[in-house]
């Protein structure tokens, strides 16, 4: 018998989950899929049925975050980025900031970006142009929130969100 794709998500929310909290109390090194598996009430195939790696269960829980996240807020523009929605993406992100530090001391930066590369590039369909300026954009944002995580969030939203679009604004001015 197959499952909804509804069921699938909650079982893989449920996996994500599970494997944060162990991420809380030891070195991700050392976490094992049984763990994962029994902590969130699933099978080891359940784990292998819906996830190839630690890492893309990290990924999709970034991406199911931003999704909820999204919804609450209601955001319409929600995939892609543009200077409207930078607010948005930085109050997002500092609202997840308590993953973001268990990510980060995992040093699993890449699950972030997977996940952020997954929600900001178009997926099918893009013309060159929408595939160049998405890229650009992913890179040039992550490496900018990237660097705001290991700052510890020393910034409020408000001002990274300032600070971001003066430097855009500064470098479409000067030409840079």
Known sequence: ?????????????????????LMKEKDYEEITINEIAALAGVNRSTWFRNFATKEEAITFKYVRLWEHWADEHDIAERNGFSLNNAQDFF?????????????YSARLQSALFDAFYLVMSPQFGANAAECYQSRFFSYGLFGFLDEWIKRGFCETPEEITRLFLDMIKEKTDTGA
């Open 91 to 103: 109050n997002f992100n500092y609202s997840i900031r308590h993953i973001h530090r268990i990510v």
């Open 1 to 21: 018998m197959g499952r909804n794709s509804k069921t699938t998500g909650f079982l893989k929310e449920c996996m994500s989950d599970a494997l944060l909290k």
